[in-house]
């Protein structure tokens, strides 16, 4: 099965709000991905933290790890209406970063 | 464009027909992966080649599906005897050895199998 689980598995908000999501993993990692997938598209990279790292910042965007719990959130501050998507953690539990485990996303509604 | 780009965007089919999609990968990228996902689902894993060497395939893969990367450039995947539930979107992403493992994905072919 795959690594990564995202909850919730959709969140809706009205524009200006906060969004968090989280996503759960079961083996160690080396890093973790955070990916945003527009319907029917292709994903999109957005952060990447490290396994040695607790919080990285990028724009809008904060992601946090933690690896005793083997989790992860996602946060995007004063949400827009462009931000409706669906977000993806994704995982790589060998030493290579050959392949990703995802899980099955969360899909964020922004209402204007 | 210098993004991963895949072709076709879309393909309907009749089961039992034979479908081919190809990928080409942003140019100094040496890595090269398959990705198949569902409606609803995230992308699960199907193979990935290092320049002209496919490393990796998934259980996923059947025999019915073929990958391929002459010259460690564009990419091939083919489906023979498609069946229904081949129906799904295919990606392709590439990345560079060494660049933190990101990964660049096209904007994946979506098969119908009817």
């Known amino acids: 099965s795959q690594q990564g689980e995202e909850d919730p598995q959709a969140l809706s908000i009205q524009e200006g709000e906060n969004a968090t999501m989280n996503c759960s993993y079961k083996t160690s990692i080396n890093n973790l991905q955070w990916y945003r997938q527009n319907s029917g598209r292709g994903l999109v990279h957005l952060i990447l933290i490290r396994s040695n790292e607790r919080e990285k910042h990028s724009g809008r965007l904060r992601v946090t790890l933690d690896t005793s719990k083997k989790s992860s959130s996602l946060l995007i501050t004063a949400s827009r209406a462009a931000d409706t998507a669906s977000y993806f953690c994704a995982t790589a539990s060998d030493g290579g970063f050959n392949k990703f485990y995802f899980g099955s996303g969360t899909k964020l509604n922004v209402k204007p | 464009d210098t993004g991963v780009s895949q072709d076709p965007r879309h393909k309907i089919t009749k089961r039992g027909q034979n479908v081919t999609f190809r990928c080409d990968p942003i140019s100094e990228h040496n890595r090269l992966y398959w990705y198949r996902q569902t409606l609803g689902q995230g992308p699960e894993f199907l193979t990935y080649?290092?320049?002209?060497?496919?490393?990796?395939k998934s259980r996923l893969l059947s025999d019915r599906f073929s990958a391929e990367r002459p010259k460690g450039s564009f990419s091939t995947l083919e489906i023979q005897r498609t069946e229904q539930g081949d129906s799904a979107m295919y990606l392709c992403?590439?990345?560079?050895?060494?660049?933190?493992?990101?990964?660049?994905f096209g904007a994946g072919t979506r098969l119908s199998v009817l």
């Open positions: 080649f290092q320049n002209e060497a496919q490393l990796e």
């Open positions: 992403a590439s990345s560079l050895a060494g660049d933190r493992g990101i990964q660049y």
